[in-house]
Nanobody
């Protein structure tokens, strides 16, 4: 069983930065995809950043150049560094994981299986 726990959310003014963390535990995948998703009230869930265990990353256009996904394998932790935050970045942020068998394409193509409980990010203008 895979457990994911997010932390690092909070309130910040526009232009500020936050770093989210997602601690993974349990019987994790040997080859994996991990990603950050967000959902604002009344909107669909958006996939914003993904990473394969081999290192390849991908970003949504809405965050490209501002957000960076990274991982610390020694700590079993996934991060999302968010810079130049905008009010439209306000949402609940979730990390998720799935098997990465099949390579990076599997990170883009298939549904994520394991989810954290989410952490709220609020950006004020």
């Amino acid at each position: 069983q895979v457990q994911l726990v997010e932390s690092g959310g909070g309130s910040v003014q526009a232009g500020g930065s936050l770093r989210l963390a997602c601690a993974a535990s349990g019987s994790f995948y040997s080859t994996y995809c991990m990603g950050w998703f967000r959902q604002a009230p009344g909107k669909e869930r958006e996939r914003i950043a993904i990473i394969h265990s081999e290192g390849k990353q991908g970003y949504a256009d809405s965050v490209k150049g501002r957000f960076t996904i990274s991982q610390d394998n020694a700590k079993n932790t996934l991060y999302l560094q968010m810079n130049t935050l905008k009010p439209e970045d306000t949402a609940m942020y979730y990390c998720a994981a799935r098997s990465g068998y099949g390579g990076y394409r599997s990170c883009e193509a298939y549904e994520y299986i394991n989810w954290g409980q989410g952490t709220q990010v609020t950006v004020s203008s």
